[in-house]
């Protein structure tokens, strides 16, 4: 698997492209901006390879923390960390219980200190609307995100297969067939139970 700064410079070169085409594509320049942002966010930030301490993680600094739980919870190269589309769903959701934790933490001290009243009423109208008013940008957030951890997990996939092609041809990299067991006589023999203590015991 490539090391964390190849997968850095992966996410600069195709930046450029990225872009490209988003403003391609959309003809928008807001659109294209969110796209690339969350692209570049999800490659050098909200990488696959949190769910490991690497470079994506480090870079969170005091706030790394917050990953810990999603490491402890995933093993390295998880479909949930790793898979398409689920990868950024699941960090998505987690990072929005966060997100939450942290916005109920600062309403509750505004309550106490300023007096400022919420209901889950307000703040659920609020999401709901801005959910419903920016459709194509958080359509567009999810894409730029998804697409960076789609390039980290491909060349993740590139680099094990080109490791394997290396090691041991072209063999390893073509998909494995599923092997059929034959039950011959010999292997027949062997599935009959060896006497145990037990049934030593018995015999005699
Ligand atoms: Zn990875």
Redesign the pocket.
């Given at each position: 698997?490539p090391s964390g700064r190849t997968?850095d410079r992966i996410t600069l070169w195709c930046l450029p492209w990225v872009a490209g085409m988003t403003f391609g594509l959309t003809r928008s320049g807001d659109l294209t901006l969110i796209v690339s942002g969350g692209f570049l966010f999800s490659g050098l930030m909200f990488?696959?390879?949190l769910?490991l301490n690497?470079r994506p993680y480090q870079r969170w600094g005091w706030l790394r923390w917050i990953w810990i739980p999603y490491q402890k919870s995933l093993r390295?190269?998880s479909v949930f960390?790793?898979g398409l589309a689920i990868g950024t769903i699941v960090r998505s959701l987690y990072l929005s219980c966060w997100l939450f934790l942290v916005g109920l933490l600062i309403l509750g001290m505004l309550q106490l200190v300023w007096g400022v009243g919420w209901t889950w009423q307000v703040i659920a109208n609020q999401v709901q609307r801005s959910l419903t008013q920016y459709p194509a940008e958080w359509i567009a957030l999810f894409v730029g995100l998804e697409l960076g951890a789609m390039s980290?997990?491909f060349s993740?996939w590139g680099g094990s297969a080109y490791k394997r092609f290396k090691k041991s041809g072209l063999k390893a990299v073509m998909p494995k067939r599923v092997k059929t067991r034959k039950r011959t006589g010999a292997s027949n023999q062997r599935r009959v139970k060896k006497p145990t203590a037990k049934t030593q015991r018995t015999q005699r």
């Open positions: 698997m997968h990488s696959p390879d769910d690497s390295h190269r960390s790793h980290h997990s993740d």
